[in-house]
């Protein structure tokens, strides 16, 4: 055997048992430890915030979900979501934003129809109405809305369910989120966790009672 093939030989051996060891230890050993961390410290988020209702998973405190029809009409019983970009929408598979630049056509045409759609469901004046009720955020995925979006939708919402404005008012100014370490972000409300305050506020008008 020449010596030139022992030596890329012996290359070749470390190489893979370079390969091994790091496939073990950051492959196999690290996630595992990780993910025993987490589920030992913050177990919830460890397992992605799940939120049960009734023994039901109904969603996630961090992935945002469509409130409406089969046909994708919005429901007016339930506080509805920023609009999403990812996939058909809050599809945690495809999490993205439209990519779509500010005077491009096909976005001002996405934001004017939201802005009707918002005027005839929440009897809004489109100067009232915020940019986050009308835009899609950079992951397609958020959880939230701001406040004046969440406010913005009371009348509707308390006429559907034939509750007194105030007491649904009352009920989104509870679910604001400060910022984070009180300083960092804007507040926000959790839609999820706002519309479960709600079903348990009203039961019976989740069907909606127009």
Not at 22 to 35: D, K, N, R, S, W
Not at 167 to 183: A, F, H, N, P, W
């Amino acid at each position: 055997m020449s010596p030139t093939f022992r030596g890329t030989a012996r290359q070749y051996w470390v190489a893979v048992r370079a390969m091994v060891v790091l496939t073990v230890v950051l492959g196999i050993a690290y996630p595992l430890a990780m993910t025993g961390i987490g589920q030992l410290t913050m177990p919830v988020r460890a397992s992605g915030s799940l939120i049960q209702e009734h023994g039901t998973t109904v969603g996630s405190s961090l992935i945002g979900q469509s409130f409406t029809d089969a046909k994708g009409v919005p429901l007016a019983q339930w506080f509805q979501s920023r609009p999403s970009a990812a996939g058909d929408g809050y599809d945690a598979n495809a999490s993205s934003a439209s990519n779509l630049g500010p005077n491009n056509p096909a976005l001002t045409k996405a934001i004017d129809a939201r802005k009707a759609q918002i005027e005839k469901l929440d009897g809004a004046d489109a100067s009232s109405i915020p940019p986050d009720a009308v835009t899609a955020s950079g992951s397609g995925l958020d959880p939230h809305i701001s406040p004046e979006y969440a406010l913005l939708q009371v009348p509707a919402v308390a006429e559907a369910r034939g509750l007194a404005a105030s007491k649904v008012e009352t009920l989104v100014k509870s679910m604001i989120q400060g910022r984070d370490l009180g300083y960092l972000g804007e507040p926000t409300v959790n839609v999820l966790r706002l519309n479960l305050a709600l079903s348990e506020l009203d039961p019976g008008g989740d069907s909606g009672r127009k």
